[in-house]
């Protein structure tokens, strides 16, 4: 699907009319500025990255002020399909000062790979923020146990084994809450801290497959031997939950 993004020119001294950006998938360069001019054709200009092609326009069409703010204001409203374990895909995105991954890609299937393809886009001198489950080694892997069959059962049976394990959760906190005389307190709490409810909240945990896990320090070697510097950490304590960390790309630009 293509997809156009046209401005319309409301004066200026520059020889284009407008532009617009026409998305083109499974190309190289997959962003094309067409420039509509005065005079003369309509010519098109091919980018890799959208951020490229949005700077073009910038500089050779007089975008009124109200669009180029909404354009490049607010990065976070383009949104398109990739996976983090195409590192072609990952690389024609361009480079970034910020690149955020919270909590994602240890349910890729191959989780160093795409951590590996996470620090692609990094310029030097950028940050690179990452989530991941912390292993508990044993623990860690009866729930690797757990969710396997969980994803393998019938969606109609799916409840045997989450019923036990919703008793197991939340039995000493609905317990505390009982005898505080804030029945369910901690209950509805998920919702307002999770932005989902304590059930699906539940659901997304133990159907949360693939699921891989890794220590702290093995996060902080990988990212050491590929020229970034640890500058913040948050471990879990080693219960379950993620570690989070902060890198610096200290690579020479």
């Known amino acids: 699907m293509k997809r156009d993004e046209t401005f319309d020119n409301e004066g200026g001294h520059m020889s284009s009319t ?7 998938p499974g190309t190289d360069l997959r962003y094309v500025v067409v420039l509509t001019h ?31 703010s909404a354009l490049y204001d607010r990065p976070a409203s383009d949104f398109e399909e990739g996976s983090a ?13 910020i690149v955020y991954s919270w909590g994602v890609l240890h349910h ?20 690179l923020f990452v989530a991941i ?31 036990p394990i919703l008793v197991q959760t939340w039995w000493r906190r609905s317990l505390k809450d009982l005898l505080r005389l804030r029945p369910f307190a901690s209950w509805r709490e998920v919702k307002r801290d999770r932005g989902m409810s304590a059930w699906h ?13 890794a220590k702290p320090e093995q996060i902080f070697e990988f990212y050491k031997e590929r020229g ?26």
């Not at 790979?113 to 620090?119: G, T």
């Not at 489950?133 to 969980?150: E, F, H, M, P």
């Not at 909240?201 to 896990?213: I, K, M, Q, R, S």
């Open 18 to 24: 407008g532009g617009r950006i026409v998305h083109s």
């Open 85 to 97: 374990l195409d590192p072609k895909y990952v690389a024609s995105l361009g480079k970034f000062d």
């Open 38 to 68: 005065h005079e003369s054709e309509a010519t098109e200009h091919s980018f890799a990255t959208m951020r490229e092609a949005k700077a073009f326009i910038k500089r050779n069409t007089p975008v009124p002020h109200r669009a180029l």
């Open 201 to 213: 909240d539940l659901v997304d945990w133990v159907g949360g497959y693939p699921f891989e896990v």
């Open 133 to 163: 489950y912390n292993d508990q080694g044993t623990a860690s892997r009866r729930w690797l146990a757990v969710k396997r069959r969980y994803n393998r059962m019938p969606a109609n049976s799916r409840f045997l084994l989450l019923g």
């Open 228 to 253: 970034f510097t640890l500058q913040k950490l948050t471990t879990c304590g080693g219960s379950m939950g993620c570690n989070e960390l902060v890198f610096l790309n200290s690579a020479a630009g």
């Open 108 to 127: 890729t299937g191959a989780m160093w790979e795409a951590l590996h393809n996470a620090s692609l886009p990094v310029a030097p001198g950028g940050r």
